[in-house]
């Protein structure tokens, strides 16, 4: 059982920057892999980015990439995503996940942990 936790979220002027933490619970936080997500106002969630349990691989949306950067800090169980150059259009609560043994580029459905989400609202 896995739990993760959200924060770092905010209101933030366009063109700042935001570090987002998830921190996660369990012992074995270093087998997942990790991907952070994002739900607009009236829009499904999409994926932003994920990183592969060895932590060798980064997979970005083409809308962040260059923006956005997703880390993980294995001895204190925390996933960063470290956000630039924000945009109004980034406004979305985001939710990081877990998939155990995952690659990184696993689908939405095969991550196994939810956070609950932190909002980021960015005013243009």
């Known amino acids: 059982q896995v739990q993760l936790v959200e924060s770092g979220g905010g209101l933030v002027q366009a063109g700042g920057s935001l570090r987002l933490s998830c921190a996660a619970s369990g012992r074995t936080f270093s087998r997942y892999a990790m991907g952070w997500f994002r739900q607009a106002p009236g829009k499904e969630r999409e994926f932003v980015a994920a990183?592969?349990?060895?932590?060798?691989?980064?997979y970005y949306a083409d809308s962040v990439k260059g923006r956005f950067t997703i880390s993980r800090d294995n001895a204190k169980n925390i996933v960063y995503l470290q956000i630039n150059s924000l945009k109004p259009e980034d406004t979305a609560v985001y939710y990081c996940?877990?998939?155990?043994?995952?690659?990184?580029?696993?689908?939405?459905?095969?991550?196994?942990?939810w956070g609950q989400g932190t909002q980021v609202t960015v005013s243009s």
């Open positions: 990183l592969s349990w060895t932590g060798l691989n980064t």
């Open positions: 996940a877990a998939d155990l043994g995952g690659s990184g580029k696993q689908p939405e459905y095969a991550y196994e942990y």
